[in-house]
Each structure stands twice: as structure tokens, then as C-alpha cells.
């Protein structure tokens, strides 16, 4: 096999492709959850709670179950039995209780009831006509004011941070908020459930095919070898469908009472209560630095909501140990219990709301000291992990903000507030940092290399409308020395061998060391029938090697070699096939690296005083992030991201009232997301390339949640150039800019 050296160089790996399932969906081919029907199919529609906290005094489903087409309508005194899922066999899922568990309501929106009828229509008409009667009701607790249930607690800490702000010649002490923001991706969250007697089969809409499973199994109290998750293609994810979520549980549960297959299509008004959002954060940073700049105090103490019976942590310290030097820090975090339904990680959970707080907060401490901010970052740029005490695997923050100022025109930039001007536009310039962790999940492969030269790689992953199949098949190409149309990905099944989850930005890098070692085993069969061909005679076959698809002398260049199409043709073989696993390393206690990508975000934003009318003109983002596998998707995971980001910034924010409990925009035309009027005209992104090699043979670190750390905060920052106007609480408010003394 290749030396681990050549991996990081393989061709067609590195290469901009387009997606190799793009005709699919263009087309109407690619088959999402909902868009499976099967013979005698059900359909099924829960009923919401009104209320968000009390119980269910009595349920009258009398007039439903007259309703033509219903079959049955479910409570829980009819449900059956679920089980508890158990963080001992690693089985995750954020909503633990099961669905109709009992008569107690915690949220608005809380399923009481289902309803399972021939069609869908009948099945929503029915289910308006269930009458639930609640009593000791009582007012939610909504309110966006957090204070923690218990102390503190403390995640990090070093040297003296209380001693060295209080002595410091400059500091700052400032509480930045960020909103609950609700996952609205197109495919709304869906469940399909067969039951044949013994297995089940569900067709579902998630981001980990093998955490379902061992969850539905789990609960559902059967064998983990009788379930069966199937996830062809999902229509985005962003977080909120890592995780399984209750209606899953509601399809399955009918299907095996009913033995009819039942679909269950959740409600864009359902997304706002039953499938996770990121909760409100509330966080205090307190910096302190030397007049020079040297930080020398960083305190950062953090709350969020969380639902009751919930342990969702939103780690918005994730990035704040490390991510500047300081010799004194302490992070601590805190809770408060809300009357909301369970919150579930969003793209870049922790990190996103709380590099919001940090790097903010470094262009107020930047402007206290009179500094230009990019300086203010490269002086304290650590040179090692000071939260682990242990070396980065690969760091190039610095380039990063360099290159980045450079193409930007940071140069051009005039640090006082509404100096800059396009007419009677004002124009202001942020920068902001950004982090994310780069680990790998366990993964298995099996790569089947064919005669006609063809190649197969089939694993129990999947892809969540990322490029995972375009990612994976240049990875193989450029293993197997194939071009990437030879290559065909077989993944969303669970019958597959296991495959890492799409979460995190991890599942290309775990795929890389699965695929390196199936790649590696079928290579030594390919020696053993080299060693047997007439090209080789005399040959013994570990005096062979297998690059990029070539079985050569060592000694010699793989040109001077065969292609295993001409050895498997030749010997008569229709295949041989090879299997890899690798362990994964999140979650790791003693690690020997601290292994993160990096980057930097450059905003231009535009302010009419006038028309009161703030934009977005031009954003570049300078990403470190290992080896980039693919840069044409890789781009756009960073431009989607970026627009989620000004989202975040300026628009997104889920209100509760605090009568009912309800979200009062619950829907499209309300929830007020980033749309193509939005867009800045300008948007570059660049990839820095320095393969890591600590992560895995290829260099490949994980890219889809970097792009939206930090970005909120590049574009407040910004704002706060043009406007004078310092925003801590996101969504901005044109109301807030009004106040601006600059015109």
C-alpha cells in the first residue's frame, strides 16, 4: 500500500466535483423518508397540548373515532409500553421521556394523543376533533431573564483570574445574549414504520442511522439485530435530526399494534415545539489586559434554558480555554429550567453562541486599548493548548487573520466609527475568530474493488445533503486509482457495516481510516494474485505493493505495475474485497494533541441612516481546516454557513409567550430566516492548506459547523463600526441602530 506520506497528496482527493447525486434530486429521483409509500399504508397525526404546563384531566375522542377512514386514536392509556433509552450503551436522545408516558405536560405542543387513519387528510381532521380537557394548569415559565437552578459549575480554570483583572490596567465586563433559534430546514422530520411480526424497518429522517436504531430498539424493547433504519437522503439537518425524536417512536408503536406500515410527517408548526431548537444563552465575559495588549484575565460564566426533565448542555465554553493565551482563566456554566420542549444541538452547538460572546468581546477590549483588532489576536496567539497543556496537531489561526486582511483590504479600514463612507452609505469593517473541534466516531468500511474495474464502498453512514456520497467516492477514487464515476457509494442502511454519524463535522475524517484499511486489506489479497501472474513471475508477493490501484514492485514506480482490473480479469476473479475499521477518538480523556480547525471571518456591512436599512455587502471566510477533500462543496458548506450566520445576526429569534407557552411565530412566514434578498453580493471563501495528519492519514478535518462560529459576532462587530452602536443581544434591531449618533 501507499506510505502514509502519499495519502495527504492522492489525486482526484482535493479536487472541486460536483455532486455525484445532484442529477438524482434534480431530477425527482433521490427518494427522502416521506417520499417512501408502501401497500395499505397509514397515516398518522398527533395531537398538541395547549397548554405548557399542567396535566390531561380526560381526553373525548368519541367524535374522532366516528371520522371516516380512522383506525385508531392513541392516549397514554393505550400506547403500550416504551422503554428508557441508556447513555451506558451510548444510545443518545435528548427528549428521554417516551411519547404519552403520562398525563403530566411540560411544553406547549407536547403530543397527548394519536391519531392513525387511511389518509392523511382524515388523520388531521380527526385529530382536531380530539377534546382534551386539562387541569391544575399553571403559567409557563418562558421568560428569556436566566438565572441558574443550582451553583455554577466550574469547566476550567488556571492560575489567578480574579486577582490578575482586579491589578489589570485595562479590562471590560460585559453580558451578551443569543436567542432560541428553531431548526427550519425544507424536509420537515418524518417516520415511516413497518412491522412484519418480529423485525421492524423504518424509513426516517436523521443523522446517525446507527444511534436510531439502537435507540428505537431500546425503547421499543426488542433485539437491536430487529431493527432496521433506513435514511437514503436527507433534506439538511444542521443538529436537529441527530438525534432520534418522539413521533419516530408514535409511527412505530402504531405500525405494531395496527400491523399496518404508518407515516408520520411532522408539522412545520410541530418543528417549533417537538424536535430541539438552540436555546437562549445568556453569558457574562470579563477580559483584562496589559496596556500592550497581553490578556492576562478571561472569564467567561454562562446560562441557557434547558426543558424539564432535560440534560442538554449548550457548551458555549467549548472554544474559550484555548483559543487565546491567557495565563489566568476560569469558564463556568449554569442552567435554567424552562417550560419548552427539549433543545438539541444546532450547527456549531457551544461554540456559535459563545464565540459570539468571546469575539465580541475582544473587538470592545481591542477598541479600549486602541488597537486594531487582527493585532489584538496575533499578540496573544498561544503557542500550545493552555487549557489541555498539550500541543495543537495543526494551528494557523495567524495565517488565517493575515491572508485574510490582506485579500480583504483591512489595510483600507479607518478604525473610527462612521468614518467610512460610499455616498450616504456608511460603511463599517469586523473580523472575527472562529474554532471547532476536529475528532473522529468509530467507522467500518468495506470496499469491493471489481474486475471491470469498478469500486463499491458500502458503510452505515449517510449523507445529510452535505456531498458525504461525492466526499466518499473521491476518497475511494483516489485510493483505488479510479476515476470517481467508477465509483459507487452504498450508505443510509443500517444493515450495512457500521458507519460514523453525520454530526459534529466528523464523519468524512472518521470515514478516512475505515476506508484506508479496506483499501490496505484488499490490496494484500491483490499482491498474493500478483505474486501468481505472469507479469510478476518470481516475484514473492511481499516484495509487491498496491498504489492507488496499481500492484507494483516496491523498488519500482506504480506505473511499471498492473491495474487490478488486468490482475482480477487475468485470474479470472470477479472481485476481491477488503474491510477497515477505526476506532474513533471523541470523547478521548488523555489525548497527545489538541486536534481544532480554525478561521477567520471578514464583514462589510452597509448602514443607510435614512432609510434605516442595514446589510450585508461582502463577507470572507479563511478557513484552516486540514485537507479539504472537495473545494466546491467544501465552499459551500462555508457559504451556507455564513448565510445561517446572518441569520443569526440579524434575524432569527423564536418568541415564546409567556401566556401559553406557544411559539408565536411558529411558522415561514413569521420566523424570520435569511432568504436570497439577504445575501451580500460578495461572499469568497479560502481554504488553507495544511494537511493533519494527527487526525487522520489524509489530513481531513471536519468543515461544516466552523463556518457559522464567530460569524454572528464579525458582523455586530462590524455594525458597531459603521454605527457606534455595540449590539450584545442578538437579533439586531434597526431600533437599537436608530439610536446611533452617526449620520
Not at 68 to 93: C, D, L, Q, W
Not at 237 to 250: E, I, Y
Not at 421 to 431: A, F, H, K, P, S
Not at 677 to 696: I, S
Request: net charge neutral.
Amino acid at each position: 500500500m501507499a506510505s502514509s506520506d502519499s495519502f495527504t497528496t492522492l489525486p482526484v482527493v482535493g479536487r472541486a466535483h460536483t455532486r455525484i447525486d445532484g442529477p438524482l434530486k434534480v431530477c425527482g429521483v433521490a427518494r427522502y423518508s416521506s417520499d417512501f409509500n408502501f401497500p395499505e399504508l397509514l397515516h398518522a397525526v398527533p395531537v398538541c397540548a395547549t397548554i405548557a404546563n399542567g396535566r390531561v384531566a380526560s381526553i373525548d375522542a368519541s367524535q374522532a373515532a366516528r371520522m371516516p377512514g380512522v383506525r385508531k386514536i392513541y392516549t397514554h392509556e393505550n400506547i403500550g409500553t416504551f422503554y428508557r433509552a441508556s447513555k451506558a450503551s451510548k444510545a443518545m436522545i435528548d427528549e428521554k421521556r417516551p411519547p404519552l408516558d403520562d398525563d403530566r405536560v411540560r411544553y406547549y405542543g407536547q403530543y397527548v394523543a394519536l391519531v392513525v387513519a387511511d389518509s392523511f387528510e382524515q388523520a388531521t381532521a380527526a385529530a382536531r376533533a380530539v377534546n382534551v380537557d386539562y387541569a391544575d394548569v399553571q403559567a409557563p415559565s418562558v421568560s428569556t431573564q436566566l438565572s441558574p437552578e443550582k451553583p455554577p459549575e466550574k469547566e476550567t480554570e488556571r492560575g489567578d483570574p480574579d486577582g490578575a483583572y482586579a491589578r489589570a490596567a485595562v479590562k471590560l465586563d460585559h453580558t451578551y445574549s443569543t436567542p432560541v433559534e428553531t431548526h427550519n430546514p425544507i424536509e420537515l422530520h418524518a417516520s415511516l414504520a413497518i412491522w412484519d411480526g418480529t423485525h421492524f424497518t423504518l424509513y426516517e429522517t436523521t443523522q446517525a442511522i446507527m444511534n436510531y436504531r439502537a435507540v428505537m430498539a431500546q425503547m421499543l424493547g426488542v433485539p437491536t439485530d430487529n431493527v432496521r433504519v433506513i435514511t437514503e437522503y436527507l433534506g439538511s439537518g444542521f443538529g436537529g435530526k441527530l438525534w432520534p425524536w418522539t413521533q419516530a417512536l408514535l409511527a412505530a408503536a402504531a405500525a405494531r399494534d395496527l400491523h399496518r406500515p404508518v407515516k408520520l410527517v411532522v408539522s412545520r408548526q410541530m418543528m417549533f415545539h417537538n424536535v430541539g431548537h438552540r436555546p437562549h444563552t445568556q453569558q457574562r465575559i470579563r477580559l483584562a489586559a496589559d496596556k500592550d495588549g497581553t490578556l492576562v484575565s478571561l472569564r467567561h460564566d454562562y446560562l441557557y434554558h434547558r426543558a424539564l426533565l432535560a440534560d442538554y448542555k449548550e457548551d458555549c465554553g467549548e472554544a474559550t480555554g484555548f483559543l487565546y493565551s491567557t495565563p489566568n482563566l476560569r469558564v463556568t456554566s449554569g442552567y435554567a429550567e424552562r417550560n419548552v420542549g427539549p433543545a438539541t444541538s444546532m450547527r456549531g452547538p457551544g461554540a456559535v453562541p459563545g464565540l459570539f460572546a468571546l469575539e465580541s468581546a475582544m473587538d470592545e477590549l481591542a477598541i479600549a486599548l486602541h488597537m486594531d483588532p487582527i493585532a489584538l489576536r496575533l499578540k496573544n496567539e498561544p503557542s500550545m493548548d493552555e487549557m489541555e497543556n498539550i500541543p495543537f496537531s495543526s494551528r494557523h489561526l495567524k495565517e488565517c487573520l493575515t491572508r485574510g486582511a490582506d485579500m480583504f483590504g483591512w489595510s483600507r479600514r479607518q478604525p473610527t466609527v462612521g468614518a467610512m463612507r460610499d455616498g450616504d452609505t456608511i460603511i463599517g469593517l469586523g473580523v472575527a475568530g472562529c474554532s471547532w473541534i476536529a475528532e473522529r466516531f468509530p467507522a467500518q468500511a468495506t470496499v469491493i474493488l471489481f474486475a471491470d474495474g469498478g469500486v463499491q464502498v458500502r458503510s452505515g453512514t449517510q449523507d445529510i445533503g452535505t456531498g458525504t456520497y461525492t466526499v466518499i467516492a473521491q476518497m475511494a477514487a483516489g485510493l483505488a486509482g479510479v476515476d470517481v464515476t467508477a465509483v459507487k457509494v452504498v450508505i443510509g442502511d443500517t444493515q450495512l457495516p457500521p458507519g460514523p454519524w453525520s454530526g459534529g463535522s466528523m464523519a468524512t475524517a472518521s470515514m478516512v481510516p475505515a476506508m484506508v484499511q479496506a483499501i490496505e486489506q484488499a490490496g494484500e489479497q491483490l499482491t498474493k494474485i500478483a505474486a501468481e501472474d505472469e507479469h510478476f513471475k518470481g516475484v514473492d508477493a511481499g516484495q509487491l505493493a498496491f498504489t492507488e490501484g496499481k500492484v507494483h514492485r516496491k523498488d519500482q514506480a506504480p506505473d511499471t505495475g498492473r491495474h487490478f482490473r488486468e490482475l482480477l480479469s487475468s485470474a479470472r476473479m470477479a472481485q476481491v474485497e477488503g474491510h477497515g475499521k477505526a476506532e474513533g477518538t471523541f470523547g478521548q480523556k488523555k489525548k497527545a494533541f489538541s486536534t481544532h480547525s480554525y478561521g477567520a471571518h471578514f464583514v462589510e456591512v452597509a448602514w443607510q441612516p435614512k432609510l434605516a436599512r442595514l446589510r450585508v455587502r461582502r463577507t470572507l471566510t479563511v478557513i484552516d481546516a486540514g485537507r479539504i477533500v472537495n473545494p466546491l462543496t467544501g465552499r459551500n458548506q462555508i457559504e451556507g454557513a455564513v448565510v445561517m450566520g446572518i441569520g443569526m445576526a440579524m434575524l432569527e429569534q423564536t418568541h415564546y409567550d409567556d401566556r401559553n407557552g406557544m411559539a408565536a411565530n411558529s411558522n415561514l412566514a413569521d420566523y424570520m430566516m435569511t432568504t436570497h434578498a439577504d445575501m451580500p453580493p460578495h461572499m469568497d471563501v479560502l481554504f488553507l492548506d495544511y494537511p493533519d495528519t494527527k487526525v487522520n492519514a489524509m489530513g481531513v478535518r471536519g468543515i461544516g459547523e466552523i463556518g457559522l462560529a464567530g460569524i454572528a459576532a464579525a458582523i455586530t462587530n462590524a455594525v458597531y463600526h459603521a454605527t457606534g452602536v455595540r449590539v450584545r443581544d442578538i437579533p439586531i434591531h434597526v431600533e437599537d441602530l436608530l439610536a446611533s449618533k452617526v449620520a
